[in-house]
């Protein structure tokens, strides 16, 4: 905790962003209502904490069973002898106060709360929330939840939650309240190749919420990049002052549903949230510095493209294409986000002129026009890059081979054939590893859209994992990278805004500290 001098609410927020520590890096763990059965919830988490690589103790607490999955078990945390740092509770929702108080009186700091029936239901839900909530603050324990499905922190190999799958350590944070959607987020981005720092499922938000995981977040060393998906907040000004402060540090992508009528009825049903008017909620991201992604997806591509990315200075963009129909597609998305398409200059002119065919058109997309024996991409990017002309180069056709069937492997295919198709990959991994030298490079970014993408893992894509295993983001579309773009591009200005970046346009981290 900071010392100084602030005022009495800051330092609460201070030590609820610690008690936080304990939910993500606990020493030992109580599971109440573990289970045998692996067809309960609490038989999942617990198998779930077992299989995935917990360091700490586990407790499994059930008064039905003498252990739980080889691992003894206690009729009530208070006959724990040990300390307890956390609390893992699935049991139903009419007996959670009273587990609360029993956690209290073992002196426990923390609680994830899985189980629902509460603030989401309505009326009688409210009041067992309230109820918890009180007996938990009376003891001062913070609480995840409730009607979530837990949290993962990868690095500690930690996964108190439903899912089977079990992200790798990264460096996005995710916070949804939405349990399913914090799963699809994490495996989405495992296609790209990219783990995650925590996955936090809040739940109803009945006591941390938005405003704490902000803040937590953004004193994390292992989260370089914020993921939220929202369905509503309970105090609008507290969460976009936390916002704010944290983009500053750290992007933060935000999925907010329930913009429509229709989406902030089943948002109330599903979580208690209350969804306003989503043109206000827009207004006040782009004050905020908020990164606003309309689906999935594009959330996904979004907190890939910031983990590494170089922001650009500006919005002028030069696509280079080996085909022209993906040039002509990247242009109109260029177009349609604000972004520009300046012509080259004489100077670049004449340098391309050298490497390229007599045929070729001197314009912005570069189309390469499938010269072979001439100049390609590692020859014409650093020519781009270096030309002045450009705040970044989008680069189109990495993993071409691939998207064709593959004679490597085909027995019916002859001995030649298999051959040349080889060294045609062989060229595109050389490729890859000269891509990956020139990322960052010049301080520019250098996106790169490749079709066969989300392929990659799944198949063995050589030449893709390549790029991919170096933190190198490859675009599936050309939306894809004109939105990534664009998004660079704001959060440049943004920031530039603000006062935040370093005096040679870099950034890195605020120039100013900002006050907590």
């Not at 999942?44 to 499994?60: D, Q, R, S, T, W």
Request: net charge neutral.
């Amino acid at each position: 905790m900071r010392t100084g001098k602030t005022d009495k609410k800051v330092w609460v927020m201070n030590e609820r962003v610690e008690k936080m520590e304990k939910i993500f890096s606990p020493r030992s763990v109580a599971l109440i209502g573990a289970s045998n059965n692996v067809a309960k919830w609490g038989g999942i988490v617990a198998i779930n904490l077992i299989l995935g690589g917990f360091k700490g103790k586990l407790y499994p607490v059930n008064p039905k069973e003498a252990s739980v999955h080889g691992v003894p078990a206690f009729a009530s945390v208070k006959d724990i002898q040990d300390e307890i740092d956390l609390a893992v509770i699935i049991v139903p929702a009419a007996g959670v106060p009273d587990i609360i108080s029993d956690c209290v009186d073992k002196g426990i700091g923390a609680a994830v709360v899985i189980t629902s029936g509460f603030g989401e239901l309505g009326e009688e839900g409210k009041g067992l929330q309230n109820e918890m909530l009180r007996r938990a603050r009376a003891g001062g324990m913070v609480l995840v939840g409730p009607n979530g499905q837990g949290i993962a922190a990868p690095e500690s190999k930690f996964y108190p939650w439903f899912p089977t799958f079990r992200p790798d350590p990264g460096v996005i944070g995710i916070a949804s309240q939405s349990g399913g959607i914090s799963t699809e987020l994490s495996e989405q981005l495992a296609e790209f190749g990219f783990g995650c720092s925590k996955v936090i499922s809040t739940g109803n938000c009945a006591d941390l919420s938005w405003p704490d995981y902000l803040a937590y977040f953004r004193q994390d060393p292992s989260t370089k990049v914020v993921l939220l998906y929202m369905e509503g907040a309970q105090d609008g000004r507290a969460f976009f002052r936390e916002a704010k402060k944290t983009a500053l540090e750290k992007p933060v992508i935000l999925i907010k549903s329930g913009r429509t009528q229709e989406g902030g009825r089943a948002a109330s049903s599903h979580t208690g949230s209350m969804a306003g008017s989503d043109a206000v909620f827009d207004g006040v991201c782009k004050q905020a510095g908020l990164i606003r992604a309309k689906t999935l997806e594009e959330a996904v591509v979004l907190a890939a493209a910031f983990v590494t990315t170089p922001l650009p200075r500006g919005r002028r963009v030069c696509v280079l294409t080996g085909g022209g129909g993906q040039g002509v597609l990247t242009a109109d998305a260029l177009a349609a986000r604000g972004l520009t398409l300046p012509p080259l200059s004489e100077a670049t002119v004449k340098k391309l002129r050298e490497q390229l065919p007599a045929w070729w058109h001197p314009n912005n997309p570069v189309d390469m026009v499938a010269g072979l024996g001439y100049g390609g991409p590692t020859e014409i990017i650093p020519i781009l890059m270096e030309s002045d002309d450009f705040d970044g180069i989008i680069f189109n056709g990495i993993g071409w081979i691939y998207s064709m069937v593959d004679p490597v492997n085909n027995p019916q295919e002859t001995n030649m054939v298999r051959k040349g198709a080889q060294r045609v990959i062989d060229k595109e991994v050389e490729l890859s590893h000269v891509l990956a030298e020139y990322s960052g490079k010049w301080g520019l970014p250098l996106l790169i859209c490749s079709k066969v993408a989300r392929l990659a893992i799944r198949r063995e894509y050589e030449a893709i994992l390549n790029l991919l295993q170096k933190d190198i983001m490859l675009y599936p579309t050309a939306h894809d990278v004109v939105n990534v773009f664009s998004a660079l591009a704001d959060r440049y200005e943004f920031l530039k805004r603000e006062g935040a970046l370093r005096a040679n346009g870099e950034h890195s981290r605020p120039l100013v500290e900002t006050a907590e």
